[in-house]
């Protein structure tokens, strides 16, 4: 059985000493959060090019993009909402909102749950920043946790909350990480640093204040680090996550700007929401591929992560090395057609699918 070599390193980071991943112990199968890396999970690498027909490889990122980036805004902010969804219509990109549920219609600034309503159909996110930003002595942080999402998935209907921005302030010391796995499959934490694609900790998920210096060009904060090798080579594909308060109009500029940058380089990142980040991120960092048929007219893949299969059921981007003679490909999980685009390098035909883990085998056809 052929192993996604990223797998393989993550299984040794954890402990296991495995070697396939029948061997895994059940209840490991069941994961709710990667356990914080004690060494890289894997060789931070350029794409990668499967070298044989119906050779695979879990990309990195998805759609085999070479860096992720997420825009966070918190603390409920009514007079914001409406301008970023513009940008978000503008750009066609997706915003997650960390909102504080005792502020929703509260304190002249919480916008109302109509809006917040209003925002996910539109393809946006919402999310916890916990029930009082930490300010109720009287719940504990464990309800802070629970208790907010409890409240946002009651008030939007079907939308699950699995992540949280843990509040800073003079609170912030009641953060507790272990608590809130329990709860979220990740949080957002508050270092002003570059996340490293092989090294994140997925419950203290670092993030750049976005206010000044979302993307500041020549400084750490540059997003140019994500996609090219440069001195700052440990940040290369990493996950630039970036939160934003009360954002005054006289200092939009400066994320439009980004905003421009990211679209001129939109073949290398992917803006994504903070939850399908870290659920991508887990997914691949535990993640094996294996090829089970290889034939003239068609291609099958086991595909199977250590991931909660009831929470996590992100598409992974699988690139395959196609035959050559294949000029396009259609695929299938479980009784359906999924998402399946091709590119070239080298005068060789790859297949990009977009397949969930463990939803049952994956399959290739020519076209």
């Not at 990668?48 to 085999?64: H, Y």
């Amino acid at each position: 059985m052929k192993l996604n070599s990223k797998f393989l390193l993550s299984a040794l980071v954890f402990g296991s000493g495995i070697s396939t991943f029948s061997s895994v112990k059940a209840e490991d199968r069941a994961l709710h959060n990667v356990p914080k890396a004690t060494a890289s999970r894997f060789p931070i690498t350029d794409r990668i090019w499967p070298e044989n027909p119906g050779d695979a490889d879990v990309c990195i990122w998805k759609d085999d993009k070479l860096g992720a980036v997420t825009v966070t805004i918190d603390d409920d902010q009514a007079g914001q909402i409406d301008w970023w969804v513009e940008q978000g219509e503008m750009y066609g990109y997706r915003f997650t909102w960390f909102i504080i549920t005792n502020w929703v219609g509260n304190k002249g600034v919480g916008g109302k749950w109509e809006q917040f309503q209003e925002v996910v159909k539109k393809g946006h996110d919402v999310q916890s920043h916990t029930v009082s930003h930490l300010s109720d002595k009287e719940l504990d942080i464990a309800d802070e946790y629970r208790m907010s999402k409890q409240i946002i998935e009651e008030h939007i209907p079907g939308h699950p909350v699995t992540t949280v921005a843990y509040p800073g302030g003079g609170q912030s010391h009641r953060n507790n990480h272990d608590a809130a796995a329990r709860y979220f499959i990740a949080a957002r934490g508050t270092s002003a640093v570059i996340n490293k694609v092989n090294r994140m900790d997925y419950m203290s998920v670092s993030s750049v204040s976005g206010q000044f210096v979302f993307n500041n060009p020549g400084t750490w904060a540059d997003l140019g680090h994500m996609i090219e090798r440069t001195r700052q080579k440990s940040l290369y594909r990493g996950w630039y996550c970036a939160h934003f308060h009360n954002l005054k109009p006289k200092n939009r500029d400066h994320v439009v700007k980004a905003f421009d940058y990211l679209k001129s380089h939109e073949d290398t990142f992917w803006v994504g929401l903070f939850r399908e980040v870290a659920m991508y991120a887990q997914e691949r960092d535990t993640a094996e591929v294996a090829t089970k048929i290889m034939s003239p007219a068609q291609i099958a893949l086991s595909l199977r992560d250590r991931m909660d299969d009831t929470i996590y059921d992100f598409p992974l981007t699988v690139k395959v090395r196609l035959p050559d003679d294949w000029q396009a490909a259609i695929a299938g999980q479980n009784q359906r057609q999924i998402e399946c685009t091709v590119a070239e390098h080298e005068g060789a035909k790859f297949a990009l699918v977009q397949a969930v883990p463990d939803a049952g085998t994956v399959y290739l056809r020519k076209n």
